[in-house]
């Protein structure tokens, strides 16, 4: 293979919001959070086909036991992460508003391993996707897009692997965990996709402001007896939010543009989250599957701020109880930009969570929205390049035909507009509701 | 923790407001309160104050008949008023002056939905309005520093060569309360401009576009640019949000017609200034300016991925 050309600095993008860090949680070691008196594990926590149960209710289940699965493709299986008793499956509702049936678990306390948890036996591409896909393992940055689908590339259509390091939202820190935590994890699963897919390159995404991690991460990349073939190479990402949306990043990383409606691959890139590469390489080396989750918990209304490792199926209100949240008045699933408000505090954390923030008073306020000024702040700040004041306009009025012309489905919803908003209007919302007139306005 | 505030992402908001962008127009305005005053006495300071609060107080006004919620905080008022201020002779009558503001905010801001809704800039309608009702009163006037035998006549009327160039900058000559000091003005746009209260594209667009027009009608275009309204109005009232363009396209088409209808007017139109006729009539077909161009999308059409 030839030699790989990497970029020296990013390159530059557009639009975007300068949010505060509040990157308070980065200095604190993980802290295990203790188990509950239930775990609930829904069938559903990735994009894509929802598994099956294959356990009923009464049935004892152990530690990294598959209790849900689908023969379909994009989709991942879901494992017990504890040992204990089926109570029942039932329908719950997930905090996107969709119903979804849930495997409810008493725990035993035992934690007796399953006996199905081996290192797989990984030496080609095949094997390895085979192995990624029995791990359960989606897309950790938050998206949960199962990452054998992802990783189902070959060295001509994609030249390029992205590991996304940037962690653009406030908040959250649990990927610069990951990185100052488990470095020799990212080192390995770096090589292992790097030799088993036969990527040129790979480029390492993080934001400037984590100078700790990129200098853990250099000395991997820069090392002569750990990249002897000079494949891997850290960038340092201005830090403007948002960094780490993926066709962003593609641009900052590569300079390539993502076509309109189509994925990173057809700019020859794979996007990882960091967090995932490093579960990849840890299931390689242990075989245990996606079970538990480091997640950042911060906020106004939070008494322990910090990272916190959790396994997969605690109701959040154990988590929130565990840190001394005190009169929390909203509750988020994710970053403040992009994260869903919770309306039930019995939602289980799901894989691909990575933080939860319980805000109270002032923080959990939402503003009144006023008239809009016309000034165009929304249109400068989005990433994408779409002009949501006219959206907005054209999906008050349902003009179908306009809102198709000014592309809103290339959307994002990454929430600049709105955060730049003077005016403080629910621009991102407006959006989403174009979107849905655009979607159903197909369907007829 | 029962209750639980819900709603759609995103959860954080910049520290940007409608009211503290205004404040930053006004202290972008003070420069020229403080210049009109210097050169056309403490007269020119109380014509500003009138206008300013009675702005404020018919905005305040017509939300309470209109039964609509408060806007009078958001200091959108104050600052078309202050603008009304500065672009009426230091000489004005003061009930005049008021009447200009009752019609600025009444009749053409809050008639059509308030802030953000009006089609015309408020403070530029209502100086026409006053211009063509009271042809009486002068449109401006001399300053302090003047002796009364020199010429009377603005810079434009006066013509060329009437005033030097660094009269012109300083704002040593007859003309509006706020529109003469080029320097204080420049320093209001540099401070918009720091502030990102506005971005450059219409006020250099319509100073460009008068350039070359001048040029073109062999004006001396230094004299045509510093004289009269033109900077006041390139700066501060093209740039008005609600009647200027929101798009990059738009916006330059704004301010190149801009500056082509106001050296048209002045040197072919029996009108003693152009720039509030050419604003208010591109204020009019803003809103289609926006239509000429559909941004495209990152990805869609040219520069996408090879």
């Known amino acids: ?444 | 923790m029962d209750k639980l505030n819900v709603s759609s992402s995103p959860h954080i908001r910049g520290g940007r407001s409608t009211q503290n962008i205004m404040l930053d127009v006004l202290i972008a305005l003070l420069p020229c309160v403080i210049a009109g005053t210097v050169f056309f006495g403490f007269r020119a300071l109380l014509v500003v104050a009138v206008t300013a609060a009675s702005a404020v107080l018919a905005e305040y006004v017509s939300r309470i008949v209109m039964k609509r919620e408060q806007t009078a905080q958001d200091l959108s008022a104050l600052v078309s008023g202050v603008i009304l201020g500065l672009i009426l002779p230091a000489d004005c009558p003061l009930i005049i002056a008021a009447f200009g503001s009752v019609v600025a905010i009444v009749v053409v801001k809050q008639m059509f939905g308030g802030i953000g809704q009006n089609f015309a800039n408020p403070a530029c309608t209502a100086r026409i309005v006053l211009l063509i009702s009271f042809s009486g009163v002068s449109q401006f006037s001399k300053t302090v520093y003047m002796a009364d035998a020199v010429t009377s006549a603005t810079p434009l009327a006066a013509g060329k060569g009437a005033y030097s160039l660094l009269d012109l900058f300083i704002g040593n000559t007859p003309g509006c309360v706020g529109e003469t000091c080029a320097a204080a003005i420049l320093l209001g746009f540099v401070y918009l401009l720091a502030r990102k209260v506005v971005t450059p594209t219409v006020t250099l667009a319509y100073l460009g576009s008068a350039a070359v027009m001048a040029l073109i009608c062999g004006q001396d275009v230094p004299y045509q640019l510093l004289s009269g309204g033109l900077l006041f109005g390139a700066v501060f009232m093209a740039t008005d949000y609600a009647t200027s363009p929101v798009t990059f396209v738009g916006k330059l088409i704004f301010g190149i017609g801009c500056g082509i209808i106001t050296i048209l007017i002045r040197v072919y139109a029996s009108l003693p200034e152009g720039v509030s006729y050419a604003i208010l009539l591109m204020n009019i077909i803003s809103p289609r300016l926006d239509d000429i161009y559909y941004a495209r999308p990152l990805g869609a059409g040219k520069g996408a991925a090879k």
């Open chain 1, 1 to 444: 293979m030839e030699q790989a050309v990497f970029p020296k600095k990013p390159y530059s993008g557009r639009g975007g919001a300068k949010t505060p860090h509040f990157k308070n949680t980065c200095g604190r070691e993980s802290i295990s959070v203790p188990l509950p008196g239930m775990i609930v594990l829904p069938v559903q926590q990735h994009i894509g086909a929802p598994c099956v149960p294959c356990v009923k209710a009464g049935d004892r289940v152990l530690v990294g036991q598959v209790i849900a699965d689908t023969t379909a493709f994009v989709s991942a299986p879901v494992h017990s992460s504890v040992s204990g008793t089926v109570k029942k499956i039932a329908r719950i509702r997930m905090p996107n508003g969709s119903p979804c049936d849930a495997v409810f678990i008493e725990p035993d306390g035992l934690q007796e391993l399953s006996p199905d948890i081996k290192p797989p036996e990984v030496n080609d591409r095949e094997s390895l996707l085979k192995a990624v896909r029995a791990s359960g393992c989606v897309g950790l940055g938050g998206a949960g897009f199962p990452t054998h689908v992802k990783l189902n590339v070959t060295p001509d259509k994609a030249d390029t692997l992205i590991v996304n390091g940037a962690e653009c939202e406030p908040y959250i820190t649990c990927d610069h965990r990951e990185i100052l935590e488990n470095s020799w994890n990212i080192m390995s699963g770096l090589y292992t996709l790097q030799e088993l897919l036969g990527f040129r390159r790979v480029i390492i995404g993080v934001e400037n402001n984590k100078p700790d991690a990129i200098e853990l991460l250099e000395s991997i990349a820069e090392s002569e007896t750990y990249d002897p073939h000079d494949r891997i190479k850290v960038l340092k990402l201005r830090t403007n939010y948002p960094q780490g949306a993926e066709k962003v990043l593609v641009r900052s990383c590569t300079g390539r543009t993502v076509p309109a409606g189509k994925l990173p691959l057809d700019a020859g890139c794979v996007v990882i989250n960091i967090t995932t590469l490093s579960f990849i390489a840890d299931y390689l080396k242990t075989g245990v599957p996606l079970i538990k989750k480091r997640i950042t918990v911060d906020g106004s209304a939070v008494g322990m701020r910090g990272n916190y490792i959790v396994p997969v199926g605690v109701p959040i209100t154990n988590v929130l109880d565990f840190c001394k949240v005190k009169n929390a008045e909203k509750v988020l699933m994710g970053g403040p930009m992009m994260g869903v408000a919770v309306s039930d505090l019995s939602t289980p954390v799901l894989k691909q969570n990575n933080a939860i923030l319980a805000f109270s008073g002032k923080d959990a306020e939402i503003p009144p929205e006023t008239a809009c000024i016309n000034c165009g702040r929304c249109i400068t700040s989005c990433p994408m390049r779409l002009q949501p004041v006219r959206i907005q306009r054209a999906a008050a009025r349902k003009d179908v035909a306009e809102l198709e012309k000014l592309g809103v489905m290339n959307c994002i919803e990454c929430g600049c507009c709105t955060y730049n908003c003077p005016a403080k209007r629910y621009i991102t919302q407006q959006m989403r509701v174009a979107k849905a007139i655009l979607r159903e306005s197909k369907q007829k």
